[in-house]
């Protein structure tokens, strides 16, 4: 990486928060250089277009905002669902799958603007600065990665606020939030507050979308996923786009209460953390699509297929996105995709997402060999042979012990 001494632009990932709007006027005054504010919409749902106003009132020389949300669906989030990614079998990896894509987006904006730096916001004790200087010294080692957070003196919320007060840096201050948040098309992670109380039940405040079991309706919502080559395409009949489907499967999964998660995890830089997370739709696809691969792939390709799930989880989780082993995983998982066609039968109730009947035209299911019926067709016979074969090495074992 460059000398600080060279820099003489530097582009800033920037949210409008607190931390950004205070970066960029920190960032001017420490490097007496241009900054460049750059903003990913990944389905945050938020009216972005005020940034740039705010952004430009906060010293930035722009600000460019992209829509990132269809790159997101189906280069990010496609290969996690079919990959079945839950980091620690619960998280499903949401903020850890957007990081790389804004990452990449601002490596290839600051190439373009001719930056010699990428700035970002993150603290010195969480994964996205992991995730963020990764992607960025995977595609652009030449580029200095500052983080203000980690180095500045400002070392508390408050000591952030009289900064910008000192400065009229426009912010929105409300001391009312307790909660750290952080939302994408995929999901929503929610940390800090009352939530760093481990054994204390998670205020009724903390979820945002996701209903109360007390307020889900008392009658269950029946929903069928139709798949073509592992993508989901329809809901009910009706085609979606990815990222519209999703849009709808976070609503109504939402409205029935699934997708909770409340868990201790092992963060990247070796300490433990309690998070929330909402993730009706991702609750409900995995689910789905690990049900429709049940019936459609044999035996040894589910078994394997697991043992790479779980080491995408991490790489994903880890920040090597852009490693030539994840590649090679979602290389892997694409054939196994061509034969994940069918429909899958859910019925939503009280928090739960529960499989109740699943179809394909690539079923392995043979009725004539799956039945207890007259009809059945599998040689009973048979099997003592298979048996004494596939327990000979144990047979051969027990009796040389036992002399």
């Not at 504010?37 to 389905?43: F, Q, S």
């Amino acid at each position: 990486m460059g000398s600080h001494k060279q820099i003489k632009k530097i582009v800033l990932a920037y949210s409008g928060g607190l931390d950004t709007s205070v970066i960029v006027k920190w960032l001017i005054d420490k490097y007496s250089c241009e900054v460049i504010a750059y903003c990913g919409d990944v389905g945050q749902g938020a009216d972005l277009s005020p940034l740039e106003e705010r952004a430009k009132k906060t010293g930035a020389s722009k600000l460019l905002i992209e829509d990132l949300r269809e790159d997101f669906a189906q280069e990010y989030l496609l290969p996690a669902l079919q990959l079945h990614a839950l980091y620690e079998g619960q998280y499903d990896l949401a903020t850890a799958l957007n990081r790389p894509l804004i990452a990449k987006r601002l490596v290839d904006f600051a190439l373009s603007e001719g930056a010699d730096a990428i700035a970002h916001g993150c603290t010195g004790k969480g994964n996205d600065q992991v995730r963020f200087e990764a992607t960025i010294n995977a595609l652009a080692p030449q580029l200095t990665i500052l983080a203000p957070v980690r180095e500045w003196e400002l070392t508390s919320r408050e000591s952030e606020i009289a900064y910008a007060e000192k400065h009229n840096i426009p912010i929105e201050i409300s001391h009312e939030k307790i909660y750290s948040i952080d939302k994408c098309l995929w999901g929503i992670s929610i940390e800090c507050g009352p939530l760093e109380d481990p054994y204390l039940e998670p205020p009724r405040n903390t979820y945002i979308t996701v209903k109360h079991l007390d307020e889900t309706p008392d009658t269950p919502e029946y929903l069928e996923l139709d798949f073509e080559k592992g993508v989901p395409q329809r809901i009910n009949g009706k085609a979606y786009s990815l990222v519209d489907l999703i849009v709808e499967l976070n609503k109504v999964g939402g409205n029935h209460g699934v997708g909770r998660i409340d868990m201790i995890e092992n963060r990247l830089v070796g300490i433990k953390s309690r998070e929330v997370y909402e993730t009706p739709a991702g609750s409900i696809l995995i689910k789905a699509h690990r049900d429709l691969e049940s019936l459609v792939l044999d035996r040894e390709m589910l078994h394997y297929k697991e043992n790479l799930t779980n080491k995408f989880s991490e790489l994903v989780y880890y920040g090597l996105w852009f490693s030539t082993l994840r590649e090679s995983i979602v290389a892997f998982n694409d054939v196994a995709q061509q034969y994940v066609t069918g429909t899958v039968r859910l019925k939503l109730f009280k928090g739960q997402a529960t499989v109740v009947g699943r179809k394909s035209k690539n079923s392995l299911y043979l009725d004539e060999l799956s039945t207890y019926a007259e009809h059945d067709k599998f040689d009973q016979s048979s099997s003592k042979g298979f048996i004494d074969l596939w327990t000979l090495p144990l047979k051969v074992a027990g009796q040389v012990r036992k002399k």
